[in-house]
């Protein structure tokens, strides 16, 4: 009872979208001169973008990726193909501007914000923003991952950041991550929120042999067995089977949502954070946009309770937020059809 409260507080409500300007954004995109709904989900996003803005046609200047970073302890059962101190050097490559995300977000304009949250890196190269709430998570295997505290801890750290990106005029959110071993957590978290068996939802993450796939099968179960968490209690199962950067991404689409910023989430991990969100807060589906269909096989599972659709299916399996990034120039094409495109009335029809 006494965590339920101090959760009250943790996290604001979302307000409701503007329906009114919804329903005349929506007028306006059949009016346009195309067949009726052609535009397929450029359309709904459009339309959304409109009742979060309370703009019939939003602006989308200023577009920001955050990136969150954190180690898992359950590296050490052999659950990746790449080993846990890649997540340090893959900081190091976001703050040289040089990896996937990076160049994603100058072709489409977009800055990055890389945030470490839980790394086991003790010199932060200058640029990544130091919000270490702890180096790394404990094998959640033989125990929780962290505890209750450490996890509010790592919500809050999204939360401040959500509350930075508004002040700081950013009108497009793209939430990623980076962290080796992510995709072990993220899947129990599915597990555990879901309820789906944990074959349904494991995958070969950085590209694991069969052998492995097996081992990571046996981490989350066991993982699951060991903790126990309450998938009634989206906290609960955050700190004992998931990540401080899964924590951190709940926390800033929480915040987010609540500022009435749009969001794009990127794979299977922002996306299992995203359905913890979602438990916590419902409203903050509105506010939500899918950018693309992770490899992971739990991925579609979680996109599926959020009632979200991907609006790309690239067969990617990255990360950092790259296929969000990737989708960034659909929200400029849905603005762009809406601003210039005719409508029947100026062709006097
Ligand atoms: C070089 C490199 C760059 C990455 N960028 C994102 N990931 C992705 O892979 C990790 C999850 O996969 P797993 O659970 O199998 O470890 C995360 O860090 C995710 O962001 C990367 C992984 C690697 C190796
Ligand atoms: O879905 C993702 O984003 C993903 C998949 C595999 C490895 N890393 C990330």
Known sequence: MERKKESDDLFPSVPGLHVETMAEAQKHVDNLTKPLGALGRLEETFVRLAGITGETVPSLDRKVVVVFCGDHGVTEEGVSAYPSEVTGLMIRNFCDGKAAVNVFARCYGAKVRVVDVGSQLTELPAGVLNRKVRAGTANMVKGPAMSGAEAIQAIRVGLEMAQEMKEQGFQLAAVGEMGIGNTTAAAAVSASLTGRPVEELVGRGTGIDDVALKKKGEAIRRSLEVNQPDPSDPLDVLAKVGGLELAAMTGFILGACAQRLSTVIDGVIST??????????????????????????????????????????????????????????????????????????????
Do not use: C, N
């Open 272 to 349: 299992a954070s995203a359905l913890a969100a979602f438990r916590l807060v419902p409203g903050v589906r509105d506010y939500l946009f899918a950018s693309h269909l992770s490899e992971e096989p739990a991925h579609q599972v979680l996109l599926k309770q959020l009632e979200l659709d991907p609006l790309i299916d690239a067969s990617m399996r990255l990360g950092e937020g790259s296929g969000a990034v990737l989708s960034f120039p659909l929200f400029d094409g849905a603005v762009a059809a809406a601003r210039e495109m005719a409508t029947f009335a100026d062709l006097g029809m």
